[in-house]
């Protein structure tokens, strides 16, 4: 089955943006959503759709899509951002998330 | 308030099995598709099972087919999930989540709990 490829690890300096990236044949025929985990807690969703922003989310927070390019962009990172991102898309077969990409916060 | 409540983890041992529970709260629990999905000890999310809102069309990862099976009970706003043949690999937490929007095209989880820890070891 197809995979959801993320980087391992971003670092973005305090106040600056970010770009988190996943790929994959999968995103080029559906939406991905992308999921924020903090330490010892459960994942939330922060987008999903074309470009959706649940309740209490931030508008900090954005999401776009190219070809099998799904992308998490946050404007004007803060401390609290610090976490694990992951992306999630439909595959053929089911459902599959990336492997998580770690954000630090400088 | 949306309240998804998970229970039935434990130790199991290797080939056992176990039963896991997601008692529901704050929505119309019939009317949204619902899943599993698991993060074993300091690794990633995967997803492992999703059922319809009326339980008739489930889903699963290949890693468990034929081995657990996802079913629910709308009657006690209560999803379950089966798991037989359990391995050291299944050892992670196992989170229930809500589907905000239909199976198809692009669902996405917008609601989860907290998680229960199922570790599978002799």
């Known amino acids: 089955s197809s995979e959801l490829t993320q980087d391992p690890a971003v670092s973005v300096a305090l106040g600056q943006t970010v770009r988190i990236t996943c790929q994959g044949d999968?995103?080029?025929?559906?939406?991905a959503s992308w999921y924020q985990q903090k330490p010892g807690q459960a994942p939330v969703l922060v987008i999903y759709?074309?470009?959706n922003r649940p309740s209490g989310i931030p508008d900090r927070f954005s999401g776009s899509s190219s070809g099998n390019t799904a992308s998490l962009t946050i404007t004007g990172a803060q401390a609290e951002d610090e976490a694990d991102y992951y992306c999630n898309s439909r595959d053929s077969s089911g459902n599959q998330f990336g492997g998580g990409t770690k954000l630090t916060v400088l | 308030e949306v309240q998804l409540v998970e229970s039935g983890g434990g130790l199991v041992q290797p080939g056992g099995s176990l039963r896991l529970s997601c008692a529901a709260s704050g929505f119309t629990f019939s009317s949204y598709a619902m899943s599993w999905v698991r993060q074993a000890p300091g690794k990633g999310l995967e997803w492992v099972s999703a059922i319809s809102g009326s339980g008739g069309s489930t889903y699963y990862a290949d890693s468990v087919k034929g081995r657990f099976t996802i079913s629910r009970d709308n009657s006690k706003n209560t999803l379950y999930l089966q798991m037989n043949s359990l391995r050291a690999e299944d050892t992670a937490v196992y989170y229930c989540?809500?589907?905000?929007?239909?199976?198809?095209?692009?669902?996405?989880?917008?609601?989860w709990g907290q998680g229960t820890l199922v570790t599978v070891s002799s």
């Open positions: 989540a809500k589907v905000g929007s239909g199976w198809y095209p692009s669902p996405y989880f917008d609601y």
């Open positions: 999968s995103l080029r025929s559906y939406y």
């Open positions: 759709g074309k470009n």
